[in-house]
């Protein structure tokens, strides 16, 4: 528990976690509202046309939980951490499971406020959350965002430097797995096991379709269901999370 409480008063004690709160939220909550404006009757709106940006507001929070990471290499705070933490598994695991647990916090908020804003906006709307693929694309999102955060943690404990994390991050969410699939053939039987899709498949499998974003609109033959495809995307976040750890103990601070 001290840890933790180490982790968290480490964490809010700097701007940047702050900032990708407020902007995950604002980018997210802006563009749904925006969508929920101009939908008519050719572009009906519905509870996934809501989440539709939600994958922005992830990539914001992926961004601060790396900084959590290479923001301790960068000036030598880690040094002080793993002194009062010899074992250091243990206050990196601290780390992550603070930040998971905040960016789960904050996709429930965009997922709800993107929902609520555009009830708001056309209350007219079905917009009613009554199946279970509709509460899985909304309530879910709390989920994708907290193991992304396991991710991209690990991705912060193994590059070290904020620059690198960061642009890994970037490229790999916003480019690499939707370009996959442009590889002849061979490109979407690669991408049916890319750990992002899977994440999307457990929020818009069984008709409950995301239309735009990074994420994209992939129409794959997913091996698994939505909530396999879950457990699938959290074995990637924590082996890497593990993979991390043990090249942290081998690691001069």
Not at 141 to 156: C, P
Not at 159 to 187: K, S
Not at 235 to 241: F, K, R, S
Request: with cysteine.
């Amino acid at each position: 528990m001290t840890l933790l409480a180490v982790e968290r008063i480490k964490l809010f004690s700097t701007r940047s976690p702050w900032w990708c709160m407020a902007l995950a939220t604002a980018l997210t909550i802006g563009f749904a509202s925006l969508i929920a404006a101009n939908t008519g009757d050719q572009f009906p709106l519905n509870v996934g046309v809501t989440q539709s940006f939600t994958d922005f507001g992830m990539i914001v929070i992926m961004v601060m939980a790396a900084l959590a990471a290479t923001t301790e290499y960068r000036f030598g705070t880690i040094r002080a951490t793993f002194l009062a933490a010899p074992g250091r598994t243990g206050a990196l695991v601290a780390k992550a499971a603070v930040v998971a647990l905040l960016a789960g916090v904050v996709g429930e908020v965009v997922a709800f406020g993107s929902w609520g804003i555009s009830k708001l906006i056309k209350p007219g709307a079905d917009l009613a959350i009554d199946s279970t693929a509709e509460w899985r694309n909304v309530a879910g999102t709390g989920l994708v965002f907290l193991i992304a955060a396991i991710l991209a943690v690990a991705v912060g404990i193994l590059v070290r430097q904020t620059a690198g994390a960061v642009a890994i991050l970037l490229v790999y969410t916003m480019l690499v797995e939707n370009l996959i699939g442009l590889i002849p053939t061979l490109g979407v039987k690669i991408q049916r096991w890319l750990p992002f899709m899977h994440a999307n498949n457990f929020r818009t499998a069984d008709g409950a379709p995301v239309t735009d974003g990074p994420g994209g609109p992939p129409q794959l033959d997913f091996p698994f269901g939505p909530w396999g495809s879950l457990a699938y995307f959290a074995a990637i976040g924590v082996g890497l999370l593990v993979v991390a750890l043990v090249v942290a103990k081998r690691r001069d601070a």
